[in-house]
């Protein structure tokens, strides 16, 4: 009989423990699941990459790996499937030719910003108000346009642009940190300079700009940006994916966020994160409802 009962306790005991390490490993496994987001070093980009990041860890106990590159490698890594999730596609027009040229391995969450624009953009002191303008000043421009990363969609809209204009310039490649410190260095003395722009951007809030008007439609109407993903990544992550549908930010949050980020002396994640405790209530508004 005490045999018996030895052997019942014992097997009881062997399920609980089977039980108990079983759903120990289930969530063990949640909080091991790594989300690898891509991201281009554009000033929205990295601040809804890091606010993403920020909400996914606390809030989803999911560890999201961040990958910095080019845009055209960006949506190679998402069509071969080495990177899940994109956060910045500039649609209909400016990221039009790489949607198309991996239709069939992406897929559009929506957006997650509107009213995005792309064009040139000038201190509001430069004597223009057209891209045509800029001829009557190619002298005090040094006869460049100042962009970013070579193979962005409004570097492909720019080099469009200079024929289409008849610009006597010559289009540099740099990036969005090297653009906006040009650009910062010529206001600071006073100086001419055209840059390829974007909005939304931090620049706008700290500095007196403007778009050159572009009656031509070279850089096409106003836009929305998109979260991207691998084919399928629904498939795979349905309760990710729902969060990436629901994730969307107005004009004023995003300016807010990309000027506490600029402004802030820590990493992007830090100060992303000081502004997710500081909207909770919209945060909520983005997680899937359980």
Known sequence: MFLKKGITLLITFALAVA?????????????????????????????????????????????VKLTSADVGPVYASLANGDQDVFLGS???????????????????????FTGAKIG?????????????????????MDKKIIGIDSGAGIMQATEKAIPEYN??????????????????????????????????????????LK????????????ENIHTIARSDFAKDKPELAQFFKNFLLDDAQLSGLMNKIEQSEGAPLVAATEWMNENMEVVKSWLPKK
Not at 25 to 37: F, M, P, Q, R, V
Not at 94 to 107: D, I, V
Request: glycine share 6%; net charge neutral.
């Open 167 to 208: 610009l006597d310039y010559k289009l540099v490649p740099s990036s969005g940190p090297a653009m906006t410190a040009a650009l910062k260095g010529a206001i600071d003395k006073n100086e001419y300079i055209v840059v390829t722009g974007w909005k939304p951007h931090w620049k706008f809030a700290r500095f007196d």
């Open 211 to 222: 778009f050159l008007e572009d009656p031509k439609g070279v850089y096409g109407d106003v």
């Open 19 to 63: 039980l108990f390490t079983g759903c120990d490993k289930k969530a063990s496994d949640k909080k091991d699941e790594t989300l690898n987001i891509v991201y281009v070093n554009w000033a929205g980009t990295i601040a809804m990459t890091n606010l993403a990041k920020a909400v996914l860890e606390s809030q989803m106990n999911i560890n």
């Open 120 to 140: 040139l953009v000038v201190p509001a002191y430069v004597d223009a108000t057209t891209i045509a303008d800029l001829n009557k000043v190619k002298s005090k």
């Open 90 to 112: 500039w649609l209909p027009l400016t990221h039009k030719s790489y949607m198309e040229e991996y239709k069939g391995k992406l897929a559009d969450l929506g957006y997650n």
